[in-house]
């Protein structure tokens, strides 16, 4: 079946530095890639999309390009806010829109 | 804000109780899911419809959970017999259709088993 794999479950920074989350899958059909965003006591909220090859998809500051010939769609931002602050989930579309996620990447933003 | 709606957002049941919770998808949403996130935050895909017809479950579901989504109702998720490992967040979803469009979640029903 398919798979999501987030290799950090913490990331702690201080506001306006980068950071990069990574996801890479393993998907049975044409891959579909998700970044969704998860505020505490808050529904999760779909940050990023792509299924095309090589090309950038940005959106409110977050930018990912799915690579498919090294099955990766990391997440970036040139600058982290405290507002940032929340759980992060890769995921891919497993077929009739289910989701399979990721475990999931805290990101803490310190002043 | 989420337009993706669940009641209750708590729910504290004992073991063997039955628990029930229910979501109203976003208007025009004939698509809808729901996860189960436990408390290390994994998602796991518990079931989907589409209208009121059952598209994909788990065995688990198929098992210990009676779902529905009745046309002019909200979807409902019951657990029959509630067991501790049951202590999750259930999110409800909804999308327009069933390939690659945006899913929206509900915040989720918070349900603690006793």
């Known amino acids: 079946g398919d798979s999501v794999t987030q290799t950090e479950g913490l990331v702690t920074l201080t506001k306006g530095l980068p950071v990069m989350l990574n996801c890479t899958y393993q998907t049975t059909y044409s891959p579909f890639l998700f970044w969704y965003v998860q505020h505490l006591n808050e529904a999760p909220k779909l940050l990023l999309k792509?299924?095309?090859?090589?090309k950038r998809t940005e959106h409110q500051g977050f930018y990912a390009t799915l690579h498919k010939s090294s099955s990766s769609f990391h997440l970036q931002k040139s600058s982290v806010q405290l507002s940032d602050s929340a759980l992060y989930f890769c995921a891919s579309d497993s077929g009739y829109n289910k989701l399979t996620f990721g475990k999931g990447t805290v990101l803490l933003v310190s002043p | 804000n989420s337009k993706v709606i669940q009641t209750p957002r708590y729910l504290v049941k004992g073991q063997g109780q039955k628990a029930k919770m229910r979501c109203i998808p976003e208007k025009g949403h004939p698509v809808v899911f729901w996860y189960q996130q436990n408390k290390n935050n994994e998602f796991k895909f518990l079931i989907n419809f589409q209208n009121q017809e059952v598209l994909q479950q788990i065995d688990m579901t198929e098992k210990r959970f009676s779902a529905e989504c009745p046309s002019n109702s909200p979807c409902s998720l019951e657990i029959q017999s509630s067991e501790a490992g049951d202590s999750a967040l259930y999110l409800c979803a909804s999308s327009l259709s069933l390939r690659n469009t945006e899913v929206f979640f509900g915040k989720g029903t918070r349900l603690t088993v006793v």
């Open positions: 792509s299924s095309t090859d090589n």
